[in-house]
C-alpha cells in the first residue's frame, strides 16, 4: 500500500495483520493452541488486531495431500503477517524417501521465504534455576542468543544424495557458503548485539575448513562497521564444552546452519528444558516464522503433557520482530516468569522439585491469567 492510500484511510481504521498458523504434528497442535491464545490476548490488549487462519505442514499435510507442505500454504505463508509453527515429524513417516518426510516441509518454508536468519534466545527463568542438570550457581543469569544462518551449509549445500561408487554405498552432503551469505547474518548477529551488551561470538571450524575460514573473513569485514561490538572467534568443539563450563560469559553467538542447530540444542538443555525455548526465523521478505525449539513428541502427543511456554515466548517473539509491538511481548514474558515464580510446571520441569505438575492447556490458562492483570 502506497502513503497516498494510507492518508486516504479515515484515521479510525485498524489495519489487520494476519496470520498463518500452522500447527503440524505430535505435540504441535497442542501447544501452537495455547500460544495463539496468549498471542491474541497480548495483542489485543495493545490494540492490535489480528486475524488467524490455518494450514498443513509436515506429516499432517503428507497425510491429507502427499507432501510435506503445499504451493497453496508457501503462498499463503508469502501474503502473511507472520507464521506461527508447532512441530513437523514423527516415527509414522520415518519410513518415507529422505525428500518426502515431514522435515522437508519445514526446510522448503525457510528457504521459499528467504528465512535465513534463525534467533535462538536461551534464558534462564530464576525460577528454574534448579531445573537445569548443571549448578544453580553456574546457570544463575544466562541471557543468550544463538544467531544461526538457516538457508546454506550443509543442510542445502549441492551436491547431495546417495551414490554407488566402487561398489561400495556412498553419501554425500557438501557445505558450501558465499560472502553474502555470510555477511548477511554476521549482520543480523552485530546489530543483535549491538542492542544487547555488545559482545558477539563467532563459531566455527577454521583450524580444518575452508568454508569456515571464509567465515572468519567476512565476520572480520563486517566487524569494521560495528567498532562498538567486541568480536570473539572459538571454535566449534571448545564452545561446546565452554557453553557448559561458563554459559554466562556469552551474549551473542553467530554461527553456520550445522554449528548452531548443535549449539542452540545445548543452550537449551542448559536452560533446564526444550520446552522453554522458543525461535524466530527471519529474511529479507519480511514474514517471520516463529516456532518452539523442540520437536513434535510423538510419544506425549494427545496426553496434556506438553510444555506450551516455549510457544508462549514464540509468540512473543512474534509482537517484538513481526508487529514491532515490544510492550506486549515484555507482558508476555513477565507473565510466564509469575507463573513458574508461584510454583507451578509442566511434567518436564518438574525435577526433584516436589512439586505437582500441571498439563499444557492449564499452563496456557496460567499465562492468559497473569496476562490478564
Known sequence: MNRRAQASQPRSAKRIARILILPGDGIGPEVAEQGVRVLDAAAKGAGIELAFEEGLIGGASIDANGSPITDDVIERARSARAVFLGAVGGPKWDGLPFAQRPERGLLRIRKELGLFANLRPATVFSALADASTLRPEVVTGIDLLVVRELTGGLYFGEPRGDALVGGLRE???TMVYNEVEIARIARVAFEAARLRRKEL????????????????TVVEEVAKDYSDVILHHQ?????????????????VIVTSNLFGDILSDEAAMITGSLGMLPSASLGEGGVGLYEPVHGS?????????ANPLAAILSAAMLLEHSLAAPEPAARIRAA????????HRTIDLVGDSGLASVGCAAMGELVLQRLGK
Do not use: C, F
Open 297 to 305: 513428541a510423538p510419544d506425549i502427543a494427545g496426553k496434556d503433557a
Open 235 to 251: 571454535l566449534v568443539d571448545s564452545m561446546a564444552m565452554l557453553l557448559l563450563r561458563e554459559p554466562r560469559n556469552y551474549d
Open 171 to 173: 553419501s554425500r552432503n
Open 336 to 343: 510466564v516468569g509469575s507463573v513458574l515464580d508461584d510454583g
Open 201 to 216: 561470538t563467532h563459531v566455527h571450524k577454521a583450524n580444518v575448513l575452508e568454508v569456515s575460514q571464509l567465515w572468519v
